[in-house]
C-alpha cells in the first residue's frame, strides 16, 4: 500500500502540493485527476523521490520511501512518462531491455532481447520494431514502447503519467485498454494522472482529485458521477462555470 | 542608501559563489564516482568516439594553419634582429606548450562542451534523465562520467596530434615560402625541444578536456526547461569551458614554468 500524508512541495512561492493525503491499496488503479498545474506529476515525483517533498510522510507498505535501499525500492516501479522518455541514442529494444541488461540480475543480452520482443508483442507491437530507434516511430507507438518498458521487470506498482496526452481518440482507446488488461494481468497496483475522463473510466478503480494543493475528493469510479462535489462535477463533465476558475 | 547598493552589489557575489560551490560538488561527485562500480563501459566506448575520434579533423585544421601562421609571424618579427633562425624552434615550443593544448581545447570545447550539454539538456526537458532514475541508474554515473573520462583520455592524444600537425604546418610554410632546408628545419626543431615541452602540453590537454566535459555535462543537467533552456545551457557550457580553458592554461603555466 502506498500512503501519503500531509504531504507539502514548494517551488519558490508557487505552493504546488499543500497536504496531500492519500491511500492508494496494493492491486488496485488509482487515478488522480486535476487541471493542468495542480501539481499531478510533482506528486507523483515525490513518490518516485524524483522531488523532495518539503514535509510530510510517503511510506510504501509502511516503509518510508525516502529510507532503505534506493535501487530495491526503485525496482519494485515501472514508469510510463508522458512523452515516452525513450532514450534516443538506444535501439528499441535496448530501451526496454534497459533495466534487465543492468543491476545485480543483470541477464545475458540474448535473454533480455528476447524478453524485450514479447514485452512490445504484448503492447501490440511486431519485433521489426525492436531494431529501430525512437526517433523512426510515430508518437503512439512510442507510448506503447514506454509502455512495454514500464512492464519490461514485472514491477509490483506501474506509474503512467497522462498515458494519452498527444495520440488521437482511437490510439488513447487503444492505450487505455493495454493499460487495464496489463495491470488487471499483472495484478500490479497502478496510478495513473490524467485528465482524459476516457481514460479515467477506462483505467481506474478509484478516482482522487488533487486540486488547491490538496485531494479535493476521492472514491471509487463508479461513485464519481454521483458526488455533489463541484470541483468534481465541473472537471468531469467539462464546464467552464464553477468553482475552478479558468483563464479566458 | 547604502544598504541597498551594498546588497545590489552583494547578491550577484553571492550567486557567484554559490555557482561554483555548486560546479565543485558536482566535479568532487563526478570524480566520486569514476572509481566505483558500475561502469558503463559501452558509454566510455562511444563517447571516446565522439569526443576523441571525430575531434580530430577540427583540431588538426586548427594546428595545421596556427603552425603556418606563427612560422610566418616568427619569421617576420625575427628578422627585426636577425634571428630568422629561431623559427623551427619557437614554431615547436609554441605548439607544444602553448598553442596546441589551448586552442585545441577552445576548439574541442566549442564542438563537445556544446554538444554534451545539448543532448543531455534535451534529456532533461524530455524526462529521459528521470527514466534513467527511475530504472535504478544514477544519471550522473551514466552520462557524465563516462563523458569526463573519455575526454580527459583523448584530449592529450588530440594535443599530441594537433602538437605534430602544428609544427609540420610550420615546417610547410618554412620549407616553402621562407627558404628553409627541409633536413635543417627538421634538425632545429627537434634539436631544441624537451620533453617537458611536450608533457606539459599533454597535462594541460588532460586537465582541459576535463573541463570541457565537465561543463557539457553540469549545464546539460542543470538545463531549464524548454528549447530556450537548453540553448541556454549549450551557450553557457561553451562559454564557461573556454573561459576556464584560459584561466588553467595562465595557472598550469605558472606552476609549471614560472621558475
Given at each position: 500500500m502506498i500512503e501519503l500524508s500531509g504531504v507539502h512541495k514548494r517551488f519558490g512561492?508557487?505552493?504546488?502540493?499543500?497536504?496531500?493525503?492519500?491511500?492508494?491499496?496494493s492491486g488496485t488503479s488509482m487515478v488522480i485527476i486535476g487541471g493542468s498545474g495542480t501539481g499531478k506529476s510533482v506528486l507523483l515525483k515525490c513518490i518516485?523521490?524524483?522531488?523532495?517533498?518539503?514535509?510530510?510522510?510517503?511510506?510504501?507498505?509502511?516503509?518510508?520511501?525516502?529510507?532503505?535501499?534506493?535501487?530495491?525500492?526503485?525496482?519494485?516501479?515501472?514508469?510510463?512518462?508522458?512523452?515516452?522518455?525513450?532514450?534516443?541514442?538506444?535501439?528499441?529494444?535496448?530501451?526496454v531491455a534497459f533495466r534487465l541488461v543492468r543491476g545485480p540480475t543483470a541477464l545475458p543480452k540474448e535473454r533480455a532481447r528476447e524478453i524485450a520482443v514479447e514485452k512490445l508483442?504484448?503492447?501490440?507491437?511486431?519485433?521489426?520494431?525492436?531494431?529501430?530507434f525512437p526517433a523512426e516511430l510515430s508518437g503512439?507507438?512510442?507510448?506503447?514502447?514506454?509502455?512495454?518498458?514500464?512492464?519490461?521487470?514485472?514491477?509490483?506498482?506501474?506509474?503512467?503519467?497522462?498515458?494519452?496526452?498527444?495520440?488521437?481518440?482511437?490510439?488513447?482507446?487503444?492505450?487505455?485498454?493495454?493499460?487495464?488488461?496489463?495491470?488487471?494481468?499483472?495484478?500490479?497496483?497502478?496510478?495513473t494522472i490524467t485528465h482524459d475522463m476516457s481514460?479515467?473510466?477506462?483505467?481506474a478503480d478509484n478516482v482522487a482529485m488533487l486540486h488547491g494543493g490538496?485531494?479535493?475528493?476521492?472514491?471509487?469510479?463508479?461513485?464519481?458521477?454521483?458526488?455533489?462535489?463541484?470541483?468534481?462535477?465541473?472537471?468531469?463533465?467539462?464546464?467552464?462555470?464553477?468553482?475552478?476558475?479558468?483563464?479566458? | 542608501m547604502i544598504e541597498a547598493t551594498l546588497g545590489s552589489l552583494g547578491r550577484p557575489v553571492l550567486q557567484a559563489i554559490a555557482s561554483v560551490g555548486r560546479v565543485v560538488l558536482f566535479a568532487l561527485s563526478v570524480v566520486?564516482?569514476?572509481?566505483?562500480?558500475?561502469?558503463?563501459?559501452?558509454?566510455?566506448?562511444?563517447?571516446?568516439?565522439?569526443?576523441?575520434?571525430?575531434s580530430l579533423p577540427v583540431v588538426g585544421l586548427t594546428a595545421i594553419f596556427t603552425g603556418g601562421a606563427l612560422a610566418l609571424q616568427i619569421y617576420a618579427g625575427g628578422s627585426r634582429f636577425n634571428a630568422e633562425s629561431v623559427v623551427p624552434s619557437i614554431v615547436a615550443i609554441g605548439m607544444t606548450r602553448e598553442l596546441g593544448p589551448v586552442l585545441g581545447g577552445l576548439m574541442v570545447a566549442a564542438r563537445v562542451a556544446s554538444s554534451?550539454?545539448?543532448?543531455?539538456?534535451?534529456?532533461?526537458?524530455?524526462?529521459?534523465?528521470?527514466?534513467?532514475?527511475?530504472?535504478?541508474?544514477?544519471?550522473?554515473?551514466?552520462?557524465?562520467?563516462?563523458?569526463?573520462?573519455?575526454?580527459?583520455?583523448?584530449?592529450?592524444?588530440?594535443?599530441?596530434?594537433?602538437?605534430?600537425?602544428?609544427?609540420?604546418?610550420?615546417?610547410?610554410?618554412g620549407i616553402t615560402r621562407l627558404d628553409f632546408n627541409s633536413a635543417a628545419y627538421l634538425k632545429n626543431t627537434v634539436d631544441f625541444l624537451e620533453g617537458w615541452d611536450i608533457g606539459s602540453g599533454l597535462v594541460k590537454g588532460a586537465v582541459f578536456g576535463f573541463i570541457v566535459a565537465l561543463m557539457g555535462c553540469y549545464h546539460g543537467m542543470n538545463s531549464a526547461r524548454g528549447a530556450q533552456g537548453v540553448g541556454r545551457a549549450t551557450k553557457s557550457a561553451v562559454v564557461s569551458a573556454s573561459v576556464l580553458i584560459l584561466a588553467a592554461n595562465y595557472l598550469l603555466t605558472e606552476v609549471f614554468f614560472s621558475s
Open positions: 512561492d508557487n505552493r504546488v502540493l499543500q497536504g496531500v493525503n492519500l491511500s492508494i491499496a518516485l523521490g524524483l522531488v523532495r517533498p518539503d514535509s510530510g510522510t510517503i511510506t510504501l507498505d509502511g516503509q518510508d520511501v525516502t529510507k532503505g535501499d534506493r535501487d530495491a525500492f526503485l525496482a519494485r516501479f515501472g514508469m510510463l512518462f508522458q512523452g515516452g522518455a525513450l532514450f534516443d541514442s538506444l535501439r528499441v529494444w535496448e530501451n508483442r504484448r503492447v501490440g507491437l511486431k519485433p521489426e520494431v525492436a531494431d529501430l503512439g507507438m512510442q507510448k506503447r514502447v514506454g509502455l512495454a518498458r514500464a512492464i519490461a521487470a514485472e514491477p509490483e506498482i506501474i506509474f503512467f503519467d497522462e498515458p494519452t496526452t498527444g495520440l488521437d481518440p482511437i490510439m488513447s482507446g487503444v492505450i487505455n485498454a493495454l493499460i487495464r488488461e496489463i495491470v488487471v494481468e499483472m495484478g500490479a497496483t497502478a496510478m481514460s479515467v473510466r477506462a483505467i490538496v485531494i479535493r475528493w476521492t472514491g471509487p469510479v463508479g461513485e464519481m458521477d454521483a458526488t455533489s462535489d463541484p470541483y468534481v462535477q465541473q472537471f468531469i463533465h467539462g464546464k467552464a462555470d464553477g468553482p475552478i476558475e479558468s483563464v479566458r | 566520486g564516482h569514476i572509481l566505483r562500480p558500475p561502469f558503463y563501459l559501452r558509454e566510455l566506448g562511444a563517447s571516446l568516439l565522439q569526443i576523441g575520434w571525430y554534451i550539454a545539448a543532448e543531455i539538456g534535451t534529456m532533461k526537458v524530455t524526462e529521459q534523465i528521470d527514466a534513467l532514475v527511475t530504472l535504478s541508474t544514477n544519471p550522473l554515473k551514466y552520462l557524465a562520467v563516462p563523458r569526463v573520462v573519455a575526454a580527459t583520455l583523448s584530449m592529450p592524444v588530440l594535443v599530441a596530434v594537433g602538437d605534430a600537425i602544428g609544427i609540420m604546418g610550420g615546417w610547410l610554410v
